[in-house]
């Protein structure tokens, strides 16, 4: 796997376009809302090279297959990208939060949600010795992400509330075609094995 194809996969399934409505309604009540931002994002850092790391072998302990992995993970990233498309409960501009988020539901699961869980430890399954590769291209894609999530308020002054809603929804169809490849190489890794 190459540093750039793992890269763009990573940085789309972290969707921090799509995010960036959600961000900026947790943070808008923030006093330091910078502060707040770069700790959620290092805690989600952390997370996602933890289960780089040892997810395998979680999944190991929990005897659990790659393709039970890749199915629940395309399912919830599915769901997620339908929640975009049609949003059910929050949406740009909607519920104020009124305490400061912690760990929860910025870091984990907007940044590191299950469908980036759930692939960081395909690929680091499917590639045991790439995982400096996938170090990398995990690293890059969280420094796009948090680029994109610190410009969050230029952008909506630019684009607007329709704007930001019509980057969630593109967002979620992109993942959508994303969960469905998920979907069906676990279906390919399943019937393989049988």
């Not at 984990?108 to 469908?115: H, N, R």
């Not at 759930?118 to 400096?132: C, F, Q, R, V, Y």
Request: aromatic letters at 8%; hydrophobic letters at 60%.
């Amino acid at each position: 796997m190459d540093i750039l194809s793992a890269t763009i996969l990573l940085f789309l399934i972290m969707d921090p376009l799509g995010n960036v409505p959600i961000f900026l309604s947790y943070l808008e009540r923030c006093e330091n809302r910078y502060r707040v931002l770069a700790r959620e994002l290092i805690m989600a850092l952390v997370v996602l090279f933890l289960f780089l790391f040892v997810g395998e072998q979680m999944l190991r302990f929990l005897h659990l297959e790659q393709s039970s992995v890749s199915l629940a993970g395309a399912i919830i990233l599915f769901i997620i990208a339908l929640r975009m498309i049609f949003p059910v409960t929050r949406q740009y501009g909607d519920e104020e939060e009124e305490e400061e988020p912690f760990l929860v539901p910025l870091a984990i699961p907007l940044v590191a949600g299950p469908s980036i869980l759930a692939t960081l430890i395909l690929m680091a399954s499917k590639h045991p010795d790439e995982l400096g590769t996938l170090s990398i291209a995990l690293l890059v894609a969280w420094v796009l992400s948090s680029i994109i999530l610190f410009s969050a308020t230029a952008m909506q002054k630019y684009l607007g509330k329709n704007g930001m809603i019509a980057i969630e929804r593109l967002m979620g169809m992109l993942l959508i075609a994303i969960a469905v490849q998920m979907f069906l190489d676990g279906i390919r890794n399943f019937v393989g094995t049988v």
